[in-house]
């Protein structure tokens, strides 16, 4: 847990004021730069000491194999990992005859602030090192948002009270030693000297390193560009090896007197490209960076997210960790995908090595849903890696027996990576959850061109797959048998209920969208009688139900398991799958993370609110929250049932996730999808936001410590701005044509200028539903 308060809470900026190197890793993850496409981890300058080095290019991977100790049919036979590529951010400082280590002399000060607004991380720090030398550097780093390849370091150098004789030696380098991976299943794999040397070079100010993995055969390119300024003389000289190419500025600097170097760093990859043309390719992002200049990109930067505020943004009066809390999970689900251009969206985003750098459900499902209101450009690219990578899921559906396409569990490149089948490949919902992120993006955006060209192959290959997997039983009722919902402490379930929800919707969007577009439909082998078949399977989905009990069931014959025993659970046994045997786990009634909550939030239309508040009140005291996608999810479902306190702690957890290291794993990468949920929550849970069909609903409900929550969402070419007190609600057009909405039911209609304030109505009283013991949501 990050114990040492050193994030000052402030709404625009995560301040850290002190240097702990006990949490160094988990502080890298915090401040890490990407915008999708290059990834930074906070590193300090120097390069050492550090917790993990990483710098991450969305895509580079090194396949190893997967090993089992029992093979069996159809177990993936290689893994992917994500890499650390050729580190660009490294500045190595020698004050006088010292290196400027942290681990030696003493830091008289230390600032670290990642601006959310102006998208740079500066430090300033003043160090006197152990020959008594004091000097301040200040340095301020950024991925830039705008010029997809560059990243950039401005690194400023000055003594205190004496002349200092200075050495910045700036460095790119390849295959750095990464420590040993800590023993929690959830962490990468890390691969020794994955990178094979090509070519090196020096020349002036600029460096470059072009690099191959070894066996997924991708070349890696990296350059840098200097500008130098200090006073006179200051030399430079530079040079390069197969795994280091540096340039070396040496000076002497009297009080006063500042050293600076602003170093631009271009990466590029391929598995096609040739050297040459990789090399070439560099360096001419190098070339178009150059021209504006380390002013220039910050500019452009700034600009770039002065729009992403205005389309983004959200404010919490009364609760000032949240305030801050959402706005670095927008930023951070903003550098996650921003330029990621159909590539994946890690869960890690590209700020760490955790889960080997795999993409999951977690993209669709949780921080799509932020970018389809927020940036929905994103969207349309995360979806479109989804398409580019159907030929694999094609041949996974083929291998399986099954038809259409079975989206991979976790993967980077489209083939599945999960050695395991019970929580890996069995948890076909990944399917459905991409084919409700295409239906969502087409109804949030209206782009018919999406739907035609991607939305439609998407949901015909997934409704296939569905349509293979299930079966009409004796009484053509429709089941899908031996799948994983969310919930992972339940595996091969017969009709799990959310799976099934999503299915059926999968299967009727499939339905429509081929009526919608026959023409393309006709190209991908689809007619009338295929939907209609799907149709039908939809029609008769089985949805279990306990009528004893009143409730729905997390999946057939879930409610009559028995209850896992909670109270002879100690504190420090979870997470659970880390101290008892999976199989105990799958016949018990224990739920890691949200499912049937999960359903009652994506297919809310299906329960009325009586059910949402009884299912909610059974499924309470079973979750255990071991994922950090549950929080939020049971935070946008308690707000809906009225326990308002209830969903603000749970709002509290998922905001707080990593800057307080709840999972205590922060180290290994930020959790995107708890980032992008604290969004959910607000949005969905206290704003009661949902969409049913084109229609924008909302509830909105806020818990006594919120004082006013207003947010701002993209809608069919308008940009709606709803704000909620206590007391009312107000919605307001900022762009775009008249909007019919609904408020807790009732139609209103928005007209451009013209803000419509209705009242919040009290919520219903119910008795708050107890979670097992040990398991109360974090609270402030
Ligand atoms: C969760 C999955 C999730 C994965 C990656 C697991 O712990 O159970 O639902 O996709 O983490 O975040």
Redesign the pocket.
């Known amino acids: 847990m990050i114990t040492h308060g050193a994030y000052a809470v402030e709404p625009w900026t995560v301040r850290e004021t002190e240097l702990s190197l006990d949490v160094l890793a988990q502080s890298e993850s915090v401040f890490a730069l990407s915008n999708g496409h290059v990834g930074w981890r906070g590193n300090l300058d120097e390069g050492e000491p550090h917790g993990l080095p990483g710098s991450y290019l969305n895509g580079v991977y090194e396949v190893h194999p997967l090993p089992y100790a029992e093979a069996g049919y159809g177990y993936p036979e290689s893994g992917q990992t994500i890499i650390n590529v050729t580190n660009g951010k490294v500045l190595r400082l020698l004050v006088d005859d010292e290196p400027f280590d942290l681990r030696y002399g003493r830091l008289v000060s230390h600032e670290r602030v990642l601006d959310l607004r102006r998208g740079v991380m500066e430090r300033t720090c003043e160090w006197c090192s152990p020959a008594g030398t004091r000097i301040r550097v200040r340095a301020t780093r950024m991925v830039s948002l705008t010029q997809r390849s560059i990243a950039a370091v401005a690194y400023e150098v000055e003594p205190v009270d004496c002349r200092a004789r200075v050495v910045v030696q700036s460095e790119l380098v390849a295959n750095e030693q990464l420590p040993e991976p800590n023993g929690d299943p ?1 962490a990468a794999l890390a691969l020794e000297s994955p990178l094979e040397p090509e070519q090196d070079f020096a020349s002036g100010h600029r460096l470059r390193l072009v690099h191959r993995t070894r066996h997924s055969g991708l070349r890696v390119a990296v350059a840098a560009d200097h500008v130098v300024s200090g006073p006179e003389p200051t030399t430079t000289g530079s040079e390069s090896h197969p795994d280091l190419a540096r340039l070396t500025v040496a000076s002497v600097l009297e009080p006063g007197q500042k050293l600076r170097v602003e170093k631009l760093v271009a990466h590029g990859w391929s598995g096609v490209r040739s050297l040459p043309a990789m090399s070439d390719q560099v360096d001419a992002a190098l070339a178009a960076a150059a021209r504006v200049g380390w002013t220039g990109l910050a500019d452009e930067q700034r600009v770039y997210l002065d729009d992403f505020w205005a389309r983004a943004d959200v404010e919490v009066d009364g609760g000032e960790e949240i305030q801050q809390a959402v706005r670095f999970g927008l930023f951070h689900v903003l550098q996650a995908g921003a330029r990621a251009e159909e590539r994946a969206i890690p ?1 890690k985003g590209l700020t760490g090595s955790g ?1 080997d750098g795999h993409a ?3 993209t669709e499902m949780f921080v799509l849903p932020v970018l389809t209101y927020t940036s929905p450009d994103a969207v349309a690219e995360a979806l479109r890696w989804r398409q580019n990578t159907l030929p694999a899921a094609r041949e996974r559906a083929a291998q399986l027996g099954l038809r259409g396409a079975a989206f991979p569990w976790r993967t980077i490149e489209g083939q599945e990576g999960s050695a395991y089948w019970p929580a890996g490949t069995a948890a076909f919902h990944v399917n459905a959850a991409i084919a409700h992120a295409a239906v969502r993006h087409v109804a949030t955006t209206g782009d018919e061109d999406f739907e035609r060209d991607t939305g439609l192959e998407l949901l015909v290959e997934t409704a296939r797959l569905w349509r293979s997997l299930g079966h009409h039983d004796h009484r053509g009722t429709f089941h899908l048998d031996g799948v994983t919902g ?1 919930d ?1 402490y339940s595996a091969l379930a017969d009709d799990n209920t959310y799976t099934n929800l999503m299915a059926r919707a999968n299967l009727l969007a499939a339905a429509d969208a081929v009526e919608r577009h026959p023409k393309e439909a006709e190209r991908l082998g689809a007619d009338d009688e295929e939907s209609a078949a799907w149709r039908d399977a939809a029609e008769a989905m089985n949805i279990p139900y306990n009528g004893e009990l009143g409730v729905h069931e997390q999946s057939a014959g879930f409610t009559r398991y028995q209850r896992w025993d909670f109270a002879g659970t100690r504190a420090d046994q979870y997470p659970l799958m880390l101290h008892f045997p999976y199989f105990d786990l799958y016949r018990k009634q224990v739920i ?2 949200a499912d049937l909550v999960l359903a009652m939030y994506t297919c809310g239309a299906e329960f009325d609110e009586e059910h949402i508040a009884r299912n909610f009140a059974y499924y309470e005291p079973l979750t255990v929250r071991d ?3 549950s929080a939020c999810v049971q935070a946008t479902i308690a707000a809906q049932a009225g326990h308002l306190r209830l969903a603000y702690d749970y709002t509290t957890e998922a905001a707080l996730m990593d800057l307080e290291d709840l999972e205590h794993n922060t180290r290994d990468g930020l ?1 995107i ?1 708890s980032l992008a949920g604290t969004w959910m929550a607000l949005v969905a849970g206290f704003g009661g936001t949902r969409r049913v069909g084109e229609t924008l609903r909302f509830s909105p409900r806020l818990p006594e410590k919120l004082s006013r929550l207003a947010f701002i969402l993209q809608f069919r070419g308008r940009r709606l701005r709803v704000e909620i007190t206590q007391q009312s609600a107000t919605y307001s057009l900022v762009d775009g044509p008249s909007l019919r909405i609904r408020h807790h039911g009732a139609p209103v209609t928005l007209h451009p200028g013209a803000p419509e304030t209705r009242p919040v109505p009290p919520p219903a009283h119910r008795p708050a539903p107890e979670q097992p013991p040990h398991r109360k949501p974090h609270s402030h």
Do not use: G, T
Request: no cysteine; glycine share 0%.
């Open positions: 959830r869960a889960y999951f459900w977690d969310p992972e890691k993370q994922s950090s996608l959790h999808a």
